[in-house]
């Protein structure tokens, strides 16, 4: 009785460590392929972008940019004119926070030193297979035929280039038939 009840808490502790690890797993987000083209490369989750030079965030998973005007934070789908502005070339820094505009002085502060830097490369020019999933990725359509390609292989046995059946095929799928039945006889 006593093995029994060590096995059944063993067994519970078990299954209770696994399920808080999936837990965990689960947790973790992944926003790769929503990432802007100009995005750093290195990040597979990224919240909020900040942008030293013009003390500006840019929300990814909303896609809208926040901006002080005024002594107050505007939210827009663009930046204004005004900025003038290199996304591409110019340094972000990664914020895994809800409303880091809330914190802005903390992050002027932490990020000064980055004004003028452009020692990033940006998602679109990464030559990393892993970024081609990425919607803005100039790789990611060959990337997108290249996935249902090697998802189809097996349906694909008897096509040629265009898709459509093979003649060639289908005679050389006749004689082996044929040859198999003379060498079962």
Known sequence: ??????????????????????????GINFNLTNQPAWGPTGYDYVENYYF????????????????????RWIS??????????????????????????????????????????????PIRDSKDSKYFANKNHPEHNNWVQQQKHGNNKSLDLNRGNNGHDNKANKQNDK???????KDRK
């Open 175 to 181: 004689r082996n038939e044929k040859d198999d039945r």
């Open 76 to 121: 827009s789908a663009s930046l204004p004119a005004r900025f003038h502005f290199d996304l591409y070339n110019s340094h972000k820094e990664v914020i895994n926070e809800r409303q880091p505009w809330r914190n802005h002085n903390s992050y002027r502060d932490k990020y000064s030193s980055f004004k003028g830097q452009h020692d990033q490369q």
């Open 1 to 26: 009785m006593r093995y029994v009840f060590v096995f059944i808490v063993a067994l519970f502790l078990l299954i209770a460590s696994n399920t808080s690890n999936a837990q965990v797993r689960l």
């Open 52 to 71: 030293p030079d013009i003390e500006a965030y840019y929300n990814v998973p909303s896609h809208r940019y926040y901006y002080n005007e005024r002594g």
